[in-house]
């Protein structure tokens, strides 16, 4: 209900915007979750959280691309070459230059895989190479590999694939759950600013209310004053505070629409939406228990997941800089067939095979101790990873217990503010009533009314911070204590559209 009301105001909005002549405003009124959909649904937060997801999923569907089998094809075409090259007599050592004048052209067809495991790429191929000698009485040449097996293989390196294999799932789990957050950052925003246009609603209201009550107060207290019931100073004091109550009409007024400004800026809404917003109810009695919230946060944040990722980062470059000191040694290997010819035919005719092996090896003789450092330096900041990690570990837990406790005791100054509101209000109604029997005088009655607001605002401030506060905790362990579930999204859909 609450996405089709948002859904038909954007479809609203989209109208008015073809001609502002026309322009009229919407005036809505929403409740807090219908605040907290719409933020959610059309808010630009909303659009940069989804996009850093995207970003996020189209990084791990380049990873798990890396996994899968790649077919490629690659040609050099209309190389054409026409220079003097030096040729040396092999008998006399004396070097010449001749006239070269070819056309080289090469196409190949592969198929790759990377293999996680090892750190090598085993390659299965076909080419097909022609040469034409402008300048030859046969002036093309074929050469073909019909079918060959390439195997590239590092010895003793940093395998970067194999470590990605661990981190980048988990990186990819850690951006859905960071959309989640953020999805909750959203709510913990929208509330702060919804209840303080609530309550500049609420003081307007609040004031408009007392002015128009103060000036019949005034008029009977003047017309009591005329026939000697009352003193000159009440007539003032009521005089007075019919004037202070005018100019905290204009001074709520305005704060009411600064806020209002903000809050329609950060849903997402233009000036042609007017939003009425609903006083929520009392929140729910629930109490929360230290431990499930710990364990819902430990299982479900992205917080354990930061820290795994930090240690595991730690851990590979430990094993970077410890892979790229002493020996580095690659071996590569091919095998199949070739046969070469004057005419395309006979280039793949009676094929002969062909195997080629070699092995590099590079071994730094004097590096003045890098190589050693660079790995000294990265287990030094493993250990001090491990330290901060559990450091953070610590102030997290504490953090937890802290919003808890918080919230707990919050549920019960919300029913405290709540008895309060309705016992001054009763009581600003029993004094009006008084003094409109005479028995009591101004005095009281401003008392009276001082502390009916205040009991009012206090309300409404108590019941903000207990959504800010359930929402916090919501956010920190992405469970719905209310519904008692997970929070989810619809991340295919997400990526489908």
Same mark, same amino acid.
């Given at each position: 209900?609450?996405?089709?009301?948002?859904?038909?105001?954007?479809?609203?909005?989209?109208?008015?915007?073809?001609?502002?002549?026309?322009?009229?405003?919407?005036?809505?009124?929403?409740?807090?979750?219908?605040?907290?959909?719409?933020?959610?649904?059309?808010?630009?937060?909303?659009?940069?959280?989804?996009?850093?997801?995207?970003?996020?999923?189209?990084?791990?569907?380049?990873?798990?691309?890396?996994?899968?089998?790649?077919?490629?094809?690659?040609?050099?075409?209309?190389?054409?070459?026409?220079?003097?090259?030096?040729?040396?007599?092999? @008998?006399?050592? /004396?070097?010449?230059? !001749?006239?070269? &004048?070819?056309?080289?052209?090469?196409?190949?067809?592969? *198929?790759?895989? =990377?293999?996680?495991?090892?750190?090598?790429?085993?390659?299965?191929?076909?080419?097909?190479?022609?040469?034409?000698?402008?300048?030859?009485?046969?002036?093309?040449?074929?050469?073909?590999?019909?079918?060959?097996?390439?195997?590239?293989?590092?010895?003793?390196?940093?395998?970067?694939?194999?470590?990605?294999?661990?981190?980048?799932?988990?990186?990819?789990?850690?951006?859905?759950?960071?959309?989640?957050?953020?999805?909750?950052?959203?709510?913990?925003?929208?509330?702060?600013?919804?209840?303080?246009?609530?309550?500049?609603?609420?003081?307007?209201?609040?004031?408009?209310?007392?002015?128009?009550?103060?000036?019949?107060?005034?008029?009977?207290?003047? @017309?009591?004053? /005329?026939?000697?019931? !009352?003193?000159? &100073?009440?007539?003032?004091?009521?005089?007075?505070?019919? *004037?202070?109550? =005018?100019?905290?009409?204009?001074?709520?007024?305005?704060?009411?629409?600064?806020?209002?400004?903000?809050?329609?800026?950060?849903?997402?809404?233009?000036?042609?939406?007017?939003?009425?917003?609903?006083?929520?109810?009392?929140?729910?009695?629930?109490?929360?228990?230290?431990?499930?919230?710990?364990?819902?946060?430990?299982?479900?944040?992205?917080?354990?997941?930061?820290?795994?990722?930090?240690?595991?980062?730690?851990?590979?470059?430990?094993?970077?800089?410890?892979?790229?000191?002493?020996?580095?040694?690659?071996?590569?290997?091919?095998?199949?067939?070739?046969?070469?010819?004057?005419?395309?035919?006979?280039?793949?005719?009676?094929?002969?095979?062909?195997?080629?092996?070699?092995?590099?090896?590079?071994?730094?003789?004097?590096?003045?101790?890098?190589?050693?450092?660079?790995?000294?330096?990265?287990?030094?900041?493993?250990?001090?990873?491990?330290?901060?990690?559990?450091?953070?570990?610590?102030?997290?837990?504490?953090?937890?217990?802290?919003?808890?406790?918080?919230?707990?005791?919050?549920?019960?100054?919300?029913?405290?503010?709540?008895?309060?509101?309705?016992?001054?209000?009763?009581?600003?109604?029993?004094?009006?009533?008084?003094?409109?029997?005479?028995?009591?005088?101004?005095?009281?009655?401003?008392?009276?009314?001082?502390?009916?607001?205040?009991?009012?605002?206090?309300?409404?401030?108590?019941?903000?911070?207990?959504?800010?506060?359930?929402?916090?905790?919501?956010?920190?362990?992405?469970?719905?204590?209310?519904?008692?579930?997970?929070?989810?999204?619809?991340?295919?859909?997400?990526?489908?559209?």
């Amino acid at each position: 209900m609450i996405r089709l009301r948002s859904t038909f105001i954007a479809f609203a909005l989209l109208i008015i915007s073809w001609d502002n002549s026309y322009a009229q405003k919407i005036k809505l009124r929403i409740s807090l979750e219908e605040a907290i959909e719409i933020a959610k649904d059309q808010s630009p937060s909303a659009l940069v959280a989804k996009h850093n997801f995207l970003a996020s999923y189209w990084q791990f569907r380049a990873f798990r691309a890396q996994l899968l089998p790649s077919l490629n094809l690659s040609a050099t075409l209309g190389n054409y070459n026409r220079s003097l090259v030096p040729l040396q007599n092999s @008998e006399t050592g /004396e070097i010449n230059y !001749v006239a070269n &004048n070819n056309l080289k052209n090469s196409l190949s067809l592969s *198929i790759d895989q =990377n293999i996680a495991l090892t750190g090598g790429r085993i390659s299965l191929f076909t080419s097909l190479y022609r040469l034409d000698q402008f300048n030859s009485e046969t002036p093309a040449m074929y050469n073909s590999q019909p079918l060959n097996i390439t195997y590239i293989q590092p010895l003793r390196t940093y395998n970067n694939l194999k470590w990605d294999k661990v981190t980048e799932p988990k990186r990819y789990e850690r951006a859905k759950r960071r959309y989640l957050e953020q999805m909750e950052n959203i709510t913990g925003n929208v509330i702060p600013l919804y209840f303080d246009v609530l309550q500049a609603q609420q003081r307007l209201a609040m004031s408009s209310k007392n002015y128009d009550n103060t000036v019949s107060l005034y008029k009977l207290t003047k @017309e009591r004053f /005329e026939r000697g019931m !009352v003193s000159k &100073n009440d007539v003032l004091q009521l005089e007075l505070r019919m *004037i202070n109550e =005018n100019l905290s009409i204009n001074d709520h007024k305005l704060t009411l629409d600064m806020r209002m400004l903000r809050l329609k800026t950060f849903m997402g809404y233009n000036e042609h939406v007017e939003l009425e917003l609903e006083v929520p109810d009392s929140g729910p009695e629930i109490t929360l228990n230290f431990d499930e919230v710990l364990d819902k946060a430990y299982k479900n944040s992205s917080f354990l997941l930061d820290n795994e990722l930090n240690l595991l980062s730690a851990e590979q470059e430990v094993e970077r800089n410890r892979a790229n000191t002493g020996i580095q040694a690659n071996l590569n290997a091919q095998f199949g067939l070739t046969q070469q010819g004057d005419e395309l035919g006979t280039a793949y005719s009676n094929p002969m095979d062909q195997q080629i092996i070699s092995l590099g090896l590079r071994l730094p003789i004097i590096d003045w101790g890098l190589g050693k450092g660079r790995v000294k330096m990265a287990r030094s900041r493993q250990e001090l990873i491990k330290a901060q990690v559990d450091q953070e570990f610590n102030e997290f837990k504490q953090n937890v217990f802290i919003k808890v406790i918080q919230f707990n005791n919050q549920v019960e100054q919300c029913n405290l503010s709540s008895r309060a509101d309705s016992i001054a209000r009763e009581r600003y109604e029993n004094a009006r009533q008084r003094f409109l029997d005479g028995t009591i005088g101004v005095t009281e009655l401003n008392n009276a009314q001082n502390e009916k607001d205040q009991a009012s605002n206090r309300y409404i401030n108590d019941l903000g911070n207990f959504w800010q506060y359930y929402f916090n905790i919501r956010r920190m362990s992405l469970y719905d204590y209310l519904k008692r579930e997970d929070l989810s999204a619809e991340f295919d859909k997400m990526v489908d559209n």
